[in-house]
């Protein structure tokens, strides 16, 4: 089965200033990859999502993740946070061509603007 | 629109007791999903139903039943709760009978605690 390992589980960065949050996955076929966000006492919303195509994906909220598959990594970035993206971020990986609706998320990176 | 909605957004249980967790949404969609989420691991599937009448086991399916009533609601069961299953429960739900590359709506979340 599919995994996700997401590097950090906490990230503390000052407004304004860049952020990467990593992901790596494990899977023997390939893959769909996801980032969620979740707001405190909220479900998760999707940020964006890598089907095919270009390996570069633009998402809401000016979030951007990139697809490297010689490094099975997608890492989510964002050149200037805010004080609101403050959340929790969680990667998810599911295969191509199952039928199952089987994703699996990573354990989430808390991410937190400091002011 | 509601989207997905969940009930209770808390409960605490005593150790054998029985509950059932309610999920509805109103986009007609035809897939739903349980989750739970514990710190440090993410959220996990516990089971999913592609369409109205069908039900599947996901990682985590020990401890649970579930019914999806018709295309709208999709319940989850402790039929007796153990202290292991105090987690918040996440239902989601997405557009398509089956397949990986759906964006997943979720509910607010049940807070559970077995005690």
């Known amino acids: 089965a599919q995994s996700v390992t997401q590097l950090d589980s906490q990230v503390p960065v000052f407004e304004e200033a860049p952020v990467e949050l990593r992901c790596n996955y494990s899977s023997s076929v390939s893959v769909y990859l996801f980032w969620y966000v979740q707001y405190p006492n909220q479900g998760l919303q999707l940020l964006l999502k890598?089907?095919?195509?270009?390996?570069l994906v633009k998402g809401i909220n000016g979030f951007e993740a990139e697809f490297n598959k010689s490094q099975t990594s997608f890492h989510l970035r964002k050149p200037s946070v805010h004080i609101s993206d403050t959340a929790e971020y969680f990667c998810?990986?599911?295969?191509?061509?199952?039928?199952?609706?089987?994703?699996?998320f990573g354990a989430g990176t808390r991410l937190t603007v400091k002011p | 629109n509601a989207g997905v909605t969940q009930t209770p957004k808390f409960q605490v249980l005593k150790t054998g007791q029985s509950m059932t967790l309610q999920c509805a949404q109103d986009?007609?969609?035809?897939?739903m999903y349980w989750y739970r989420q514990d710190p440090g691991m993410g959220l996990r599937l516990i089971y999913y139903?592609?369409?109205?009448?069908?039900?599947d086991k996901g990682e985590v399916p020990n401890g649970y039943n579930v019914s999806r009533l018709n295309k709208r609601e999709f319940s989850l069961r402790l039929e007796s709760a153990a202290p292991s299953q105090t987690s918040v429960y996440f239902c989601?739900?997405?557009?398509?009978?089956?397949?990986?590359?759906?964006?997943?709506?979720f509910g607010p979340g049940t807070r559970l605690t077995v005690l």
């Open positions: 986009m007609n969609h035809n897939s």
């Open positions: 989601a739900s997405s557009v398509l009978a089956g397949g990986t590359t759906d964006t997943q709506y």
């Open positions: 139903s592609a369409s109205e009448g069908t039900t």
């Open positions: 998810a990986v599911s295969h191509h061509g199952d039928n199952n609706n089987d994703m699996r």
């Open positions: 890598y089907l095919s195509g270009s390996t």
